[in-house]
């Protein structure tokens, strides 16, 4: 009991000291302007203690308020996972979108050069691209008004002629294939020949070309519309190489499309174009002649 009277006297003792203290401090400070002599004394003592609040506990204090556990963190990663997830559904939607409509404005594109009335939009649903054979074949066919020998373009490029056609899908010759020739023409030289496949995706041959005639590398080949199959002013490719072969030229064309990634194409009957007028059934038929 002693013991404990002792203690609580020396902590009032030590209360009032602080009491006074404070007091007197508050008490400078409210009547007198300027810090004095134990103020100043008393500074020095305080500011190690102020910069260790900033650097120390500070931080401490931030870190027990931010403090995450294992679970809480693991937590967090399978939301940002899960966030990281969607944002990248949305940006594979947004390209997906954005793709389609390029094909929407390559298709409006087409529409506003070429009569699209009665040609047939199609997608491509499998390829044969060998030594032995270039074809393809369409998910569209005799219940959508296909017709064999009609023609298969893409864009402003023609990709062959309907070979066979079945009640829901057809068969393309690609222009590719060594029976498919073209009547063409050199853009820059106005040259014609016949343009023919070589069972290779990667080059046609432009045939029957006099030597004596003009041509020029890189020159492109278009369509010239002779025939009954394709229309005229369709992209065919770029003379890749030419040289005297008696008394022709070998030419090497290029190809100007890659037929192995083409998805979709347009099947038309040749007469389609809006600068071309449509012949009647009867004049087709006394003016036909061997396609080309």
């Known amino acids: 009991m002693k013991l404990l009277s002792k203690l609580s006297s020396k902590n009032f003792l030590f209360s009032s000291f602080v009491a006074i203290v404070l007091i007197f401090f508050i008490g400078h400070r409210v009547f ?15 500011y190690p203690l102020l ?10 204090q931030y870190f027990i308020k931010h403090k995450k556990t294992v679970e809480q963190l693991d937590g967090i990663i399978k939301d940002l996972e899960l966030e990281k997830e969607s944002l990248k559904a949305k940006l594979i939607e947004q390209a997906a979108l954005l793709q389609f409509n390029q094909e929407l404005q390559e298709i409006q594109n087409f ?17 044969r691209f060998t030594a032995q054979e270039q074809s393809f074949f369409i998910d569209i066919g005799l219940h959508h008004g296909i017709k ?3 023609a298969v373009v893409y864009k402003n490029h023609i990709l062959g002629k309907v070979e066979q056609v079945y009640p829901y899908y057809s068969k393309v010759l690609s222009i590719t294939d060594k029976r498919c020739k073209i ?14 496949g070589s069972n290779n995706l990667q080059l046609f041959e432009l045939a029957h070309v006099d030597r004596l005639k003009k041509l020029v590398e890189e020159d ?26 008696g ?3 070998r030419i090497t064309v290029k190809p100007a499309l890659d037929f192995s990634t083409i998805a979709y194409c347009y099947v ?6 809006i600068s071309t007028p449509i012949l009647s059934d009867t004049v087709v038929q006394l003016s036909d002649r061997p396609d080309l």
Do not use: W
Request: aromatic letters at 8%; hydrophobic letters at 35%; proline letters at 5%.
């Open 32 to 46: 007198v302007k300027t810090p004095g002599t134990l103020e100043t004394v008393a500074s020095y003592c305080v």
């Open 51 to 60: 910069v260790l609040q900033k650097t120390c506990v500070t931080p401490i």
């Open 111 to 127: 529409k506003e050069r070429y009569d699209t009335k009665n040609a047939q939009l199609g997608h491509i649903i499998m390829r």
């Open 148 to 150: 064999p020998d009609m």
């Open 183 to 196: 009547s063409a023409y050199c853009e820059k030289s106005l040259t014609q020949g016949i343009l023919q």
């Open 220 to 245: 492109q080949i278009f369509s010239s519309g002779e025939g009954t199959v394709f229309p005229k002013g369709f992209l065919l490719g770029v003379i890749q190489s030419f040289e005297p072969e």
């Open 247 to 249: 008394v022709h030229y």
């Open 268 to 273: 038309m009957q040749k007469g389609a174009q």
